[in-house]
Nanobody
Framework: VQLQASGGGLVQAGGSLRLSCAASGRSFSSYDMGWFRQAPGKEREFVAAIRKYGGSTYYADSVKGRFTISRDNAQNTAYLQMNSLKPEDTAVYYC???????????????????WGQGTLVTVSS
């Protein structure tokens, strides 16, 4: 599967953005989907994940209550709605897909096989 992330941009603190991750290929619904981010000088970190077939969702503590992950299997697209953005949310955001994640590995990037190119989110104070 090929993934293409989009929707990043510059937003003021407190604002919102919605990221999209469009997938090509078949069987999108059979992939767990995740969002990760990498800020300058920092390691890539887990943001959110949604199980295959539109199941359960999982979030990093830093975004819980502000971000919402969702998917539309008919459109082969995953989304990340980001509200109440903070300057510390500034990062390149990557979407990823996996067929081999389980609940305990959803937050670990090494279990994802396919990655999008990343989209930059900049939150100004």
């Amino acid at each position: 599967v090929q993934l293409q992330a989009s929707g990043g941009g510059l937003v003021q603190a407190g604002g919102s953005l919605r990221l999209s991750c469009a997938a090509s290929g078949r069987s999108f619904s059979s992939y767990d989907m995740g969002w990760f981010r990498q800020a300058p000088g920092k390691e890539r970190e887990f943001v959110a994940a949604i199980r295959k077939y539109g199941g359960s969702t999982y979030y990093a503590d830093s975004v819980k209550g502000r971000f919402t992950i969702s998917r539309d299997n008919a459109q082969n697209t995953a989304y990340l709605q980001m509200n109440s953005l903070k300057p510390e949310d500034t990062a390149v955001y990557y979407c990823a897909a996996s067929t081999r994640t389980i609940v305990t590995t959803l937050g670990r990037s090494q279990f994802y096989d396919y990655w999008g190119q990343g989209t930059l989110v900049t939150v100004s104070s």
